[in-house]
C-alpha cells in the first residue's frame, strides 16, 4: 500500500465518523424542530433558543458531510468535454484541479478558525441563550479541512496515475 492509498483511506475514514456525526446533527435538529412545534401548539410555550440551535446544529452537519460526499465522489461534475480528452491529460487536470481545491479550502479553513478566535478573544455569544458560538465555527472548520484533505487526496492519487502511466 503506497503512502498515498493509506493517507485516502485515514480520510476516508475519519470523514465517515464525521459523517456520522453531521447524521446525528440533523436527527437532533429534527426532534428539536418537532418538539418545538408540538410545545407551541400543545402548550403554546415553545422552547427557548431552538432557533439558534437548530442554527449550529445545522452549520457543523453541512461541515462535517461536506468531506466524506467529495470522498464518495458525490458531488455533481459536469464533464461533458473532460471523458472525451485522453487519459493522461484528465489526469493531469484532475490532479492540478485537486490541488488547487485544496489550497482554496485550506484557505477557508484558516479564515474560519481566525473568525472563530477573534469571535472567542472578544466574548461574542448568541444573543438569544447567549451560548459562545466559536465552538461551532471551529468544527465548520474542522470539516472544511477534511474536505481540503480529500481534494488533495485525490489530486495525489491522480498525480500517482500521471506517473505511472
Known amino acids: 500500500m503506497t503512502t498515498v492509498e493509506r493517507f485516502l483511506k485515514v480520510v476516508a475514514g475519519v470523514s465517515r465518523v464525521m459523517d456520522r456525526v453531521a447524521g446525528f446533527c440533523l436527527a437532533g435538529v429534527v426532534v428539536m424542530v418537532i418538539a418545538n412545534v408540538i410545545a407551541r401548539r400543545l402548550f403554546n410555550a415553545p422552547f427557548l433558543g431552538v432557533y439558534e440551535y437548530v442554527g449550529f446544529l445545522t452549520a457543523v452537519a453541512v461541515g462535517f ?45 484558516w479564515y474560519l478558525i481566525n473568525y472563530a478566535k477573534g469571535i472567542r478573544i472578544n466574548g461574542q455569544v448568541s444573543q438569544t441563550c447567549e451560548i459562545p458560538f466559536h465552538f461551532f465555527i471551529y468544527l465548520v472548520a474542522g470539516g472544511f479541512f477534511m474536505l481540503s484533505l480529500a481534494a488533495l487526496g485525490k489530486g495525489l492519487e491522480s498525480l500517482q496515475d500521471v506517473k505511472e502511466k
Do not use: Q, W
Not at 72 to 91: C, M, N, Q, S, Y
Open 65 to 109: 458531510s461536506l468531506a466524506y460526499c467529495a470522498v464518495k465522489e458525490g458531488h455533481i461534475a459536469v464533464d461533458l468535454f473532460f471523458t472525451r480528452l485522453p487519459r493522461k491529460v484528465r489526469a493531469v487536470l484532475t490532479a492540478v484541479n485537486g490541488l488547487l481545491i485544496f489550497l482554496f479550502l485550506f484557505l477557508v479553513t
